[in-house]
């Protein structure tokens, strides 16, 4: 496996490149702080944490354009199926996993909810992406226990967290995320998007490192962030 590429477009939009093109919860349209249009990105799986529309964002019409699959939670992905013809789609569930054009995705608990136009749509999750380099993908969630047992099980070597408050964790909850997380790297993201969401990813970069749990990169929109195989950042 070669070098691990990591941008982030705003919210919780990543694009990660493993050798495939992973893009994550594709709000890209209509989010005031994407610097990409839908057009400029080819990606070969999309992932949704759920149906959220700050989430699901343009990932049908991604998945549709360039022959991508979707991975998402079952109900969901279900439902976005039955609405959309030939989209191809990989459901998952906690616990479960699925490789898809070689990039491994494990589905992890996410404390928060989730729906589609209005109507209940399953369960929302978090996600763990590559099996050497383990990338954790929040999604939306509080803080909850268990991700001591994210810890455990995938010991994850960089966490992208919501830390924008109000829907999910704010700093104090996500510092305490980090201190059971414990991974090298933690990407705060799903912040200062929209004014409910105001944060200050700079606390928190202090706040964390003041307890020595991870190393917080504050990434900036567009710009890469770069990773060996062995899970070392490069300049
Ligand atoms: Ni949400
Ligand atoms: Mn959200």
Known sequence: MSNISVKWHGHACFEIDMGKKVLVDPFITGNPKSDIKKEDIRPDV???????????????????????????????????QEKNEGLKVHTINYSGSVTVDGVHISSVLATHTSSLDGNYAGNPMGVIIGEKFKIYHA?????????????????PDLSMLPIGGYFTMHVREAVYATSMLRSKYTIPMHYNTFDLIKSDPDLFKAEVEKNGYSEVIVAQVGKEIRFDESGRRLA
Request: charged residues 25%; hydrophobic residues 45%.
């Open 46 to 80: 999309v992932i949704v944490t759920h149906g959220h529309s700050d989430h699901l964002g343009d990932a049908v019409e991604l998945c549709l354009k360039n022959d991508a699959t979707l991975v998402t939670m079952v109900e969901l992905g279900w439902a976005l």
């Open 139 to 155: 999604g939306d969630t509080g803080v909850f226990k268990d991700m001591e047992l994210i810890r455990d099980l995938y010991n």
